[in-house]
């Protein structure tokens, strides 16, 4: 067994990722989760006060490394051309923390749709994603309105894309994501494009 001290927090935050990406909300159980790393439930409650705090631990640690922090290392980028292939790249990452990525924006989807709470803030986390899109777009120099427009196209196909890649569709192909980015770059009004 292990050994409270020697789990962090985020060992149990991220196993409790894998149970949710793997079977949904329901499969995120504390014993479960005790029994995958090997620990007591006691060991649980040494960083938790119960199963609640876990899951919003679990979609605060979602919502930072798939949102915040990918805006964060776009930013530090100074061109508009190679912030946006750099937010696509990582955007298009297959795993976080050793997580399928796909599988678990599917799960929290899924949770999201049931969970109001949980609905609301995922809502902020997708206007979040679309507006930081519609800035990059809209710093290649297109309009705003046309920016926002793209920006959800292009969300709605990584959309698309991840349940592909959680479904195994032979469809599944990250270049899409990639063309449209390309497509985006060649076709921008780069003489009217402005510092992002």
């Known amino acids: 067994m292990a050994r409270r001290n020697t789990l962090q927090p985020k060992d149990w935050i991220v196993a409790a990722t ?11 159980s504390v014993e479960g989760i005790a029994k995958q790393l090997g620990a007591s439930k006691g060991s649980f409650y040494w960083h938790f006060a119960d199963r609640p705090a876990l899951l919003e631990a679990m979609f605060d640690l979602w919502e930072r490394e798939g949102t915040a922090d ?5 930013r530090a980028v100074a061109d508009p051309v190679e ?4 937010l696509t790249r990582d955007t298009l990452d297959a795993e ?7 599988r678990t924006e599917a799960a929290i989807r899924a949770w999201a749709s049931r969970d109001p709470a949980i609905g609301k803030r995922f ?4 206007d979040d994603r679309t507006a930081f899109l519609a800035h990059q777009i809209a710093a ?8 926002l427009q793209m920006s959800k196209l292009m969300h709605l ?4 894309l991840f349940a592909a890649r959680a479904s ?19 076709e921008a009004p780069g003489k009217d494009r402005k510092p992002g």
């Open 96 to 102: 976080t923390n050793g997580v399928d990525v796909a």
């Open 123 to 126: 809502a902020k986390v997708e």
């Open 18 to 28: 894998r149970a949710l990406a793997e079977g949904g909300v329901d499969a995120v």
């Open 140 to 147: 290649l120099g297109y309009d705003p309105a046309t920016a």
């Open 83 to 86: 912030r946006l292939r750099g």
């Open 157 to 160: 196909t990584v959309i698309g």
């Open 168 to 186: 195994g569709s032979a469809v599944a192909e990250d270049d899409v994501l990639t063309f449209i980015v390309e497509r985006l770059i060649a």
């Open 70 to 74: 990918l805006i964060e290392r776009a």
